[in-house]
């Protein structure tokens, strides 16, 4: 009687029994892979109505205990876990509509589309466990525990797994796409993507301060000046963005979001990352300085490799980018191509039109990431460079040696923070575009030899003379930058020393006289600007020039060979000329950059390598405490000469708490004896 039952059940869910015979297990284990078999929906069906009990109970348990608002409970803080919600919970929509339609097509008066029982049981259930799904990962993780989090989407993926491998068996063994399989296909990819979240994600607020009621508050009560502070001033979400954040610059909102509410502030502004502050990157430019220099191979490190070496991994995945962008970029005349093809009746297949209008979507679309991505990531490392030069100065500055000092005045140390510091720091924006634009060239005059043939060649040929025509405008360039960067010294200088000495300026009314030195340093500067500019003007015409001299010799080429042109070729040659205008037109300003920071290197690297102040020039005895300061015979020479001494045969002694006057005329050397005591000035005899 019960096996009667259990077969006219199964009868009215599936219309037919599953299997009969004696190799029913075998049947039954086939048919269970297949979602085209009652046996496989039922399978399915039990399955999600499982997950979506275990998941009810699970929420209706964990959130009434919680005592949270919905505003507390509900959050979607991450691009990965937006997707990931809005992808199961659209998919689930889509599930439950079928079924639903399915069951509405039972009732209804067509014969001819009838589904039987167990189609849109399956369907309905699968939609009802993505919804369910899909609001409960809305959740804020701690609110459903570590552990559910995690384990969930593993249970998910698996099932999601079994369904999306029956469905791709059934089409391709049937050759035939259903709306029910491409659903089934999809299921896989946004379990996926919920089982990522939850792996990344399970730990998601931790430690948050509002533990269901107001009155939580640290036990530690010294630190609570830094608890404040640092809630002040809260550390960058760039810190700690993941890929996606970082890829979609989805960090940036709340920043948009609390300057869009109110005018932003002094304590709005966020922390740098421990990456990107001076500090970390001065030390580990100091870290790998170090080991340079303790290698045979590099007995005298450069700088520039050095720091070439401690961005290595940026300077790569900003290149990758570059190349991305070029590429994308290059596709556009190919696809333009295709589609006049296409509008002439050359189609290659059926729906090659709506084929060739998605690729150029996904084209643009990686264009434009990888173009701000590229932007962004050479900004901030120009930004790490600069900070960590500055450092080194500042550092360096401090340890110079008197003859260095001589060198390098304050006013050019000025020069060399605010000016050549700052133009290393814009090269890195500016560097792929040296190679970029080589790229881009080849592959426009690859395309244009795909659509004109032979007449690529004359451009080609002016492309080649305009960079031929370009090197000794370069040369003149590369000199005047130098001249300029002088002459501004020497003027920085001058000015720093006037203000600092305004009082005996004022004392003796050379007010006229200092300014007319100025005024006549200023002339020679504005002089080497002139030419500078002037040259810089003369490369940037000859540049701008170019393209429309690439298509008069290309068109006039086409016509001497007798090349015919159609509406294919023609459209293709004016968009490849973009391809090369872009970069030809970029070339007078990457000339301009690339010798401006090779100028500012040069002047940095020459002051990081001048001589320091010798740390052993005192000895210290420490015989009695009664002299703390001694001086025995004693000679000292600013210029670490022993033939011209400034200082000859000092003794001088202090005892602990003695008030000493050091009296004299004017340049007796009053100074020199108290910076002989600091050790600033080297010492040729005697001990300190």
Not at 594 to 603: D, L, P, S
Request: glycine fraction near 6%; charged fraction near 15%.
């Amino acid at each position: 009687m019960g096996s009667l039952t259990s077969s006219s059940w199964v009868t009215s869910l599936c219309g037919s029994p599953i299997c009969s015979g004696q190799d029913a297990t075998s049947c039954a284990l086939k048919q269970m892979f297949d979602s085209s078999t009652c046996t496989n929906h039922l399978v399915a069906t039990g399955i999600a109505a499982l997950l979506v009990l275990a998941l009810a109970l699970q929420v209706l348990v964990k959130i009434p205990h919680s005592r949270a608002s919905a505003r507390q409970l509900v959050t979607l803080g991450s691009p990965l876990h937006l997707s990931a919600v809005v992808f199961t919970g659209c998919l689930g929509l889509v599930y439950l509509g079928l079924g639903l339609w399915m069951l509405g097509s039972d009732f209804s008066q067509d014969a001819s589309v009838v589904h039987l029982p167990h189609w849109w049981l399956v369907t309905s259930s699968q939609g009802l466990n993505l919804i369910l799904t899909s609001l409960a990962f809305s959740i804020r993780p701690r609110f459903l525990g570590a552990g559910f989090v995690r384990s969930w989407p593993v249970l998910l993926t698996v099932y999601a797994a079994f369904v999306c491998c029956s469905s791709v068996v059934v089409i391709v063994a049937e050759k035939m796409i259903t709306v029910k399989g491409c659903l089934d296909v999809l299921y896989f990819p946004g379990a996926v993507v919920l089982l990522i979240y939850g792996i990344r994600h399970s730990h998601d607020e931790e430690g948050y301060g509002e533990s269901g009621n107001g009155l939580y508050k640290p036990l530690n009560t010294d630190t609570d000046g830094e608890a404040a502070d640092s809630e002040a001033h809260q550390v960058t979400p760039f810190a700690t963005a993941g890929f996606f954040s970082e890829m979609s610059f989805w960090w940036l909102n709340p920043l948009m979001k609390k300057g869009y509410e109110n005018p932003l502030e002094d304590k709005d502004m966020l922390l740098l990352g421990a990456t990107d502050r001076a500090q970390n990157q001065y030390s580990m430019l100091m870290e790998k300085l170090n080991c340079r220099k303790q290698s045979p191979a590099h007995a005298t490190p450069s700088f520039f490799w050095t720091i070439v070496s401690c961005h290595k991994r940026a300077v790569v995945v900003s290149g990758f980018f570059a190349l991305l962008k070029v590429l994308t970029l290059s596709t556009g005349p190919v696809i333009l191509k295709a589609f006049i093809n296409v509008s002439l009746g050359k189609g290659t297949f059926k729906y090659e039109s709506y084929a060739l209008a998605a690729l150029l979507f996904v084209c643009k679309c990686c264009e434009s990431l990888s173009e701000r991505q590229w932007y962004f990531r050479t900004r901030r490392l120009g930004l790490q460079v600069r900070s960590l030069l500055s450092a080194a100065i500042y550092k360096k500055q401090q340890k110079l040696s008197n003859s260095a000092k001589m060198k390098h005045s304050s006013g050019q140390i000025m020069n060399y923070v605010t000016v050549d510091a700052y133009r290393i720091g814009e090269f890195p924006y500016w560097f792929h575009q040296t190679w970029t634009t080589i790229v881009q060239l080849c592959i426009a005059l690859a395309i244009l030899y795909n659509a004109v043939g032979a007449a690529m060649i004359s451009s080609l040929v002016v492309i080649i003379l305009t960079v031929l025509c370009n090197a000794p405008l370069a040369r003149f360039q590369h000199k005047f930058q130098s001249k300029l960067m002088e002459a501004q010294d020497v003027r920085l200088k001058a000015m720093s020393e006037s203000l600092v000495h305004m009082k005996v300026l004022k004392l003796y009314a050379w007010e006229g006289h200092f300014k007319k030195v100025i005024e006549g340093l200023r002339e020679v500067e504005y002089k080497w600007l002139s030419a500078f500019q002037l040259w810089r003007a003369y490369n940037s015409f000859l540049f701008w020039a170019s393209p429309a001299l690439v298509s008069v010799a290309t068109f006039v080429t086409c016509y001497l060979l007798k090349i015919p042109l159609d509406a294919s070729n023609v459209f293709t040659f004016v968009a490849t000329l973009r391809l090369v205008q872009d970069p030809v037109r970029t070339i007078p300003d990457v000339i301009a950059v690339v010798i401006q920071a090779k100028v500012a290197f040069t002047r940095i690297s020459k002051f990081l390598d001048a001589p320091e102040l010798n740390e052993q020039v005192r000895k210290k005895y420490y015989g009695g405490i009664d002299y703390p300061i001694a001086m025995n015979s004693c000679s000292f020479s600013w210029d670490e000469n022993t033939s011209k001494q400034t200082l000859k045969n000092i003794n001088l002694a202090v005892k602990a708490g003695e008030k000493v006057a050091i009296c004299g005329e004017v340049g007796s050397g009053k100074s020199t004896l108290l910076a002989a005591v600091l050790g600033e000035v080297p010492k040729t005899e005697g001990t300190v």
